[in-house]
């Protein structure tokens, strides 16, 4: 068994964004901030972490704010030196520098797979890996980033390798569900996807969060592939040919995941990062106590 470095991302950004309406009338949805920063430079920085060297983004209208944000600002820089602070300067800087950004567009909103097959000429030759940007992931102290962890899978058994979490039966119409055989604690060796089914018809409670490590066979299954859940080209469905041929991986992955996907889910993930930070912790508490406390509500809106 031959493996080879993943060191290609690709990142699924063409979305429209339309849950958080107005804020995405005229910046990405990738583009709000999760405390200090965007929520892309998150999943970019867990590539990176992860070994990846090349990022594509595969992007559509109205998201140049992505190809700025990873572009060298050389203006700002200068701003920020002739004011005093070069620290800032240089933390600007350090972003353009993490990877290598390449752009490819996907002019028709045809679903998931239809983005990754868009990447293709950036991402043929190899294993990649793909990211949702919507699921930021953080590995507990100690542990690689969740990119990384399906990353060491591949290389241990070869394959494709997907993240998998347990969800409650009300949750399986909102992801990928697999069907699986247990090969050790916390690994599957995936049988069966099913993309968003029903309460009820789903085969298992493991759901595919938005991490892959993924074969080059993946983009001749998604060519060949017809519409799926929702009249849309599905990853999901593409990964379950693969299988039929390829070892395909899920893995229990260690880590805490932020769904910022939603405008509640988004406000959860917001806190609960806020909750981890030593500077920040204090001010959630602060508020969430002065809502508390009779006439804290009216304090507020006052
Ligand atoms: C996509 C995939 C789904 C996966 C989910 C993870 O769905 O199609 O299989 O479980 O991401 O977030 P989406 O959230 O784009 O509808």
Not at 187 to 200: N, Q
Not at 230 to 239: H, M, P, R, S, V
Not at 275 to 289: A, C, P, S, T, Y
Request: proline share 6%; glycine share 10%; hydrophobic share 40%.
């Amino acid at each position: 068994m031959t493996t080879y470095p993943v060191t290609k991302c690709l990142f699924p950004v063409a979305g429209m964004g339309t849950r958080f309406l107005p804020a995405t009338k005229e910046i990405p949805k990738e583009m709000l901030p999760l405390i200090d920063r965007p929520l892309i430079h998150y999943g970019v920085e867990e590539a990176v972490d992860s070994g990846c060297k090349d990022i594509v983004f595969v992007t559509g209208r109205g998201k140049r704010a992505i190809e700025d944000y990873f572009d060298r600002s050389m203006e700002l820089e200068q701003i920020l030196i002739d004011k005093g602070k070069p620290e800032y300067a240089r933390m600007v800087r350090r972003i353009s520098e993490m990877a290598e950004f390449a752009y490819v567009r996907q002019s028709e909103p045809l679903g998931l797979g239809h983005a990754v097959l868009c990447g293709e000429s950036c991402c043929r030759g190899g294993y990649f890996g793909v990211i949702l940007p919507d699921d930021v992931m953080l590995a507990p102290p100690g542990f690689s980033p969740v990119l990384k962890q399906l990353i060491e899978v591949h290389h241990r058994l070869g394959g494709s390798v997907v993240a998998l979490e347990e969800v409650s039966p009300e949750e399986t119409s909102r992801y990928g569900i697999i069907s699986g055989e247990m090969e050790e604690e916390g690994l599957y060796r995936i049988t069966d996807l099913m993309e968003k089914p029903a309460p009820g018809k789903a085969p298992s409670g493991l759901a595919v969060m938005g991490r892959y490590v993924l074969s080059p066979s993946i983009f001749d299954l998604l060519r060949n592939s017809s519409t799926g859940s929702g009249g849309e080209i599905q990853l999901t469905d593409a990964i379950r040919s693969l299988s039929v041929n390829e070892p395909v991986w899920g893995i229990m992955y260690r880590g805490k995941r932020f769904d910022c996907g939603t405008n509640e889910s988004w406000l959860r993930a917001t806190i609960a990062m806020a909750m981890r930070r030593d500077d920040l912790r204090k001010i959630v508490m602060e508020e969430v106590g002065s809502l508390a406390c009779p006439g804290g509500i009216n304090a507020m809106t006052n």
